[in-house]
């Protein structure tokens, strides 16, 4: 009974496809993209080069990718979620191998005249993975501990490639993108637990492993006025662009801590800085709704699919995009350790930036073919 | 629907809602910080970002100083007093600069110069508005600071050349560094940084730039500096030593000035280190330090003689006669011609219907080797060059290290070319005809070569055939550093291979040339015997150039001038070599001009001889000379 839904609604014309993208999402889009230029702009003391310039070309690459997969067949990313996931695999292998050193972390490797960061393109791969995987899989056998084998290694495998780099904050991300996704699957509350506790008892193993500058990050977050010149710096700095822009700020290309370079990397990971320091809580709050109100979209999308594929896709893409927000944001006012995560959409960065307009296109894929139904194989067969 | 869908859409629909709940407390979470930090705490981050800002600030590092080999002081570094702009700390940059130009010359051309900089460059970064102050100027300006916001009074280093134009091309100038230099590079845009665009401090540059050093400082949220919190002086330049002897230096520059266009090369003929070297005319590298003028530079690029060019490394030249020896080495090596060959000169050498002229009218009559080096005659070689090929002639002059650049370590060297079929079938288009292979032995035709060729030529014949490398700095650890290639740091000899045989009767030759009353350079020999030079006249016409060097080089013919080059390549003492040179002289008619420079400046070195006497090593350098 189930095969003879498949031939339902999927197969719109194109005219049609291009009426029921989500636009509303879009336009949120473009008005976030729109505050990365600026503040990109900001960053350069108020000249388009070097950041703001290559930005707008990076989106408008990225809108191309974004239509281009939104209105490609859902049943397309089913069919080759494993291939994507395999493919990204395999760029972080490459990457460990032959990636140039960047920060202390090899997380970049050249395609040609591309410079692309493999373990951005792996958290849309581990979305896309695992909602294949219990795409496949009916709640009876979610709750099987032997079913949870095969999904357990599509996060390890990348997340472990990424905690050679090392990288702490994807893999963080990776491990936290997976957990959602089994969390929405269906998986039980206790093996969460279990989880966490097995997680906390690793943390003093894991601390030998940890490069000395990751330490000193660590440290650093807990007492950051310990060493002012050092560690510290970054969150001492970052806190007082924060805090002096009061609640209004000190007024667009007026940021004193970005323009006289007390921050590091202010056009990547702590763009949030320059823009609250210059527009305040006003400035600030504004971005955090917009993001709000994406992430509604992202989860409105995800529980109106008729197709788990496409609900898990949405929200496993929401909760990633929100896990960046959140992390970069809270790292940056000090909340949490200094851990390399960009803010999406809004720093600096090639491929951060398209992954995520492909992870968008998926969404508003989903959207598109939200009447989709696909088979839920049944008994024995787990896809992989 | 599905009913197994329907399950799993209810509890996924739960758990969407509890993650979701989840989302808004964590972003309350943000919200909550952001107002904490902004609203509550924000009075104490606005006087921390208004008092206790620190900031990295660069320190140039002194840039090395260049010796002779023996010491003296070639580029230094003096003080210099100058004014800078900090355009955020001026509320009216024009207001600002209107009253400095009412206390310094600052014409319309620098005042774009320093609107430019400011509209390029970051805010807090000083501009240099007026350097070389007198001091009076300084004084002036600086009991008026207060009502001059954003305005600094500087004390830095500025380059200076005590040999002006003798070294000119050698040491080249340094200067601000361009737009293109200082992308990624903050350290560039200091004021007052300079960095190298010729010559050696050019080719040197890293090595002379040394380390930058840093200090934290307090700054307020104007940028001004509160405080100093650490300090890290960085590193200096290293010091470079040469291995010019500045005394032979000056006099060659000095004998070569009497000319309009020259240059000369004196090389230490066992190892290629270069003694001396000049190019005439020439242009002082302070005047480029000190900022030069418009009207200056265009007096200087417009020269229709070229100042600007070292002429010694980057001027072409047909060898003419000088090219002989590299001729008859290679009919020897070949075996075209024996030791003892004779040819029969009727003052002119058919080939088909073509007839090539010996330069003596009447003709040499019967000639053998050693007559034909000393007397030059021409149809001996076309003779020589007809049986040789111009293969094996072009294989030869390449080991001679003609038709490519020499290696040395000064930017710009120009190739040369010695012509094959196959370059010219490439270059041109058309196939090699026999008759050019006659022009070439007789060193005219496509063949050029730069004096730095034919001076390192001349080594490689005179030391008894050693492939030996000119170059110009002693200090090994420096060039490493500079990543020079190895083979120039610690030099070796390898032997080129010829027979020492045909080395001696061609060294032995070239001394009748000043010996014998019949040689071409027999007016021009050194008296005294134990300075005795031996050497080979050369005369390039220049007429047929532009018709021959179509696409070859950036040589230009002078329509006013239509004379011959004259060329003279040297080594003395004849019996065991110490020295080897070349000088030529651009349109200097006879060969005989040439050659008498060579007298004077030959006799000079080994009066001064500086190969006699050990050269300083590491005194001045920071870099120590370890071989």
Redesign the interface.
């Known amino acids: ?2 095969d003879s ?1 498949t031939h339902e609604p999927g197969n719109l014309p194109l005219a049609r496809k291009l009426l029921v993208v989500n636009w509303g999402l879009v336009f949120l889009l473009c008005l976030v993209g729109a505050i990365s230029i600026a503040m990109l702009y900001s960053a350069a ?1 108020g000249h388009m080069r070097p950041w703001a310039t290559r930005q707008v070309l990076h989106f408008a690459e990225g809108f191309a990718i974004l239509f281009a997969v939104a209105l490609t067949d859902l049943r397309f990313w089913l069919k080759y979620a494993y291939v994507i996931y395999l493919i990204s695999l395999l760029l972080l292998v490459l990457g460990d191998v032959s990636g140039t050193i960047g920060l202390g972390a090899k997380r970049w490797i050249a395609l040609g005249p591309v410079q692309l960061e493999p373990s951005e393109v792996a958290k849309v791969a581990l979305v896309l993975a695992l909602a294949r995987y219990f795409n496949g899989l ?3 056998e ?1 709750v099987r501990m032997r079913r949870l084998l095969a999904p357990l290694a599509l996060i390890f495998m990348p997340t472990l490639l990424v905690l050679r780099q090392p990288d702490l904050g994807t893999a963080f991300l990776l491990s936290m993108i997976g957990a ?1 996704m089994f ?4 998986v039980r509350w206790w093996k969460f637990a279990i989880a966490l506790a097995l997680v906390i008892a690793a943390i003093p193993v894991g601390w030998h492993f940890l490069h000395a500058y990751q330490k000193e990050r660590l440290l650093g977050f807990l007492h950051p006025e310990s060493d ?2 050092g560690a510290g ?1 970054h969150i001492i ?1 970052s ?9 209004f700020g000190k007024g667009f290309l007026r940021g ?2 970005s ?4 921050l590091p990397e202010k056009q990547t990971d702590f763009i949030f800085t320059t823009l ?1 320091e210059e527009f ?2 006003v400035g ?2 504004t971005l ?1 709704v917009l ?2 109100l994406i ?1 509604a979209y992202g ?1 409105a999308i ?2 109106s699919s ?3 594929f496409g ?2 896709v949405a ?1 496993g893409v929401t ?1 990633m995009v ?1 896990l960046y927000v ?1 992390v970069n ?2 790292m940056v ?3 949490v350790p200094v851990v390399g995560v960009p803010l999406p959409l809004v720093s600096y960065g090639g491929t951060a930036l398209l992954t995520l307009m492909f992870a968008f296109g998926l969404v508003l894929c989903v959207s598109v073919h939200r009447d989709l ?1 696909l088979p ?1 194989r ?1 008994g024995g067969s787990g896809s992989l | ?2 009913r ?2 329907a ?3 209810k ?3 739960r ?2 809602v509890l ?2 709940s989840a ?2 407390g ?2 309350g ?3 909550g ?3 904490d ?3 509550v ?2 009075s ?3 006087l ?3 008092d206790n ?4 600030r660069f320190i140039v590092p002194i840039r090395g100083r260049i010796f002779d080999r023996f010491g003296a002081e070639l580029a230094t570094n003096r003080r210099n007093y100058r004014v800078l702009l900090v355009p955020e700390q001026t509320n009216d940059v024009e207001a600002t600069l209107d009253k400095l130009g009412d206390m310094l010359p600052i014409d319309t051309e620098q005042r774009r110069n320093i609107e430019r900089l400011i509209e390029e460059r ?3 970064i000083p501009v240099t508005v007026a350097s070389h102050l007198t001091w009076k100027q300084f004084a002036s300006i600086n009991v008026r600071i207060p009502s001059l916001p954003g305005v600094q009074l500087g004390v830095g280093l500025t380059r200076h050349y005590p040999m002006g134009t003798e070294l000119a091309h050698i040491l080249g100038y340094v200067g601000a560094p361009t737009q293109k230099n200082v992308q990624n590079n903050p350290l560039l845009e200091l004021p007052g940084f300079q960095v190298g665009k010729s010559g050696i401090e050019k080719q040197y540059d890293l090595a002379l730039r040394g380390k930058a050093g840093y200090r ?1 400082v307090e ?1 307020n ?1 104007m ?1 001004r500096e509160v405080r100093e ?2 300090r890290n002086n960085g590193t200096p330049g290293s010091n470079i030593n040469l291995t010019i002897d500045v005394r032979l230096q000056s006099f060659l520059s000095q004998r070569l000035a009497a000319h309009r266009v020259a240059a000369g090369v004196v090389l230490d003929a066992a190892t290629c280190d270069v003694l001396a070297m000049a190019s005439v005319p020439s242009y002082d590298p302070n005047d480029f330090v000190l900022g030069i003028t418009n009207a200056e530079w265009h007096r200087l690029n417009d020269d229709h003689r070229h100042p600007l060019n070292d002429l010694a490394i980057t001027g072409q030249f047909p060898p003419g006669s000088t090219f002989k020896p590299v001729v008859a080495m290679a009919g020897l090596e070949c075996g075209a011609i024996q030791p003892d060959t004779k040819f029969f000169c009727p003052g002119y050498y058919k080939l088909g219907d073509a007839v090539f002229h010996c330069w003596k009218l009447g003709g040499h009559g019967l000639i053998g080797l050693q007559g034909a080096i000393e007397q030059s005659c021409d149809v001996f070689f076309y003779n020589v060059a007809h049986r040789t090929g111009i293969m094996n002639i072009a294989h030869m002059a390449r080991r001679f290290g003609l038709g490519s650049p020499t290696g040395i370590d000064l930017p710009g060297e120009a190739p040369g070319l010695i012509p094959t079929p196959s370059w010219k079938e490439k270059a041109l288009g058309r196939p090699w005809e026999p008759g050019e292979t006659l022009i070439a032995g007789i060193g005219q035709g496509y063949v050029l070569t730069t004096p730095l060729q034919l001076a390192v030529m001349t080594a490689r014949l005179s030391n008894g055939g050693y492939g030996v490398t000119p170059r110009m700095v002693r200090n090994p650890a420096v060039m490493a550093a500079n990543d020079m290639p190895q083979s120039l740091a610690r030099p070796t000899h390898t032997p080129l291979g010829f027979n020492r045989a045909h080395v001696e009767l061609i060294l032995s030759a070239m001394k009748l040339v000043t010996s014998n009353p019949y040689g071409t350079a027999y007016d021009q020999r050194i008296t005294e015997p134990q300075f005795a030079m031996a050497g080979k006249t050369g005369t390039a016409q220049a007429r047929h150039l532009k018709i021959r060097t179509i696409g070859l080089g950036r040589y230009k013919l002078v329509p006013w001038i239509e004379r011959d080059h004259g060329l003279f390549i040297c080594f003395a003492p004849e019996d065991t070599p110490r020295y080897a040179a070349a000088f030529v002289i651009e349109h200097g008619g006879e060969s005989s001009r040439a050659a008498a420079i060579a007298h004077d400046v030959m006799l000079q070195a080994q009066l001064l001889a500086p190969l006699a006497r050990p050269a300083a090593s590491g005194l001045y350098g920071v870099a120590q000379e370890t071989s």
């Open positions: 009974m189930d839904f003391n009916p709640i009876d979610v959602a969390f929405l699957a269906g002012p010149l710096y700095q806190k007082i662009a924060l805090g002096s822009g009061g609640v004193t801590q323009h006289l370079d007390f609250a305040g809580m600030g709050l955090l993001y709000a992430f989860f995800g529980l008729r197709n788990q609900r898990l929200l909760t929100f959140f944001i809270a006012s000090g909340l139904r839920t049944g | 629907m599905d197994r869908d399950d799993r859409y509890v996924l629909t758990r969407a993650i979701g989302q808004i964590l972003i979470v943000l919200v910080r952001l107002y930090l902004e609203v705490q924000a104490k981050y606005k921390l970002a208004r800002s620190i900031s990295l970051d805010a807090f934290r700054v949220a940028g919190l650490e």
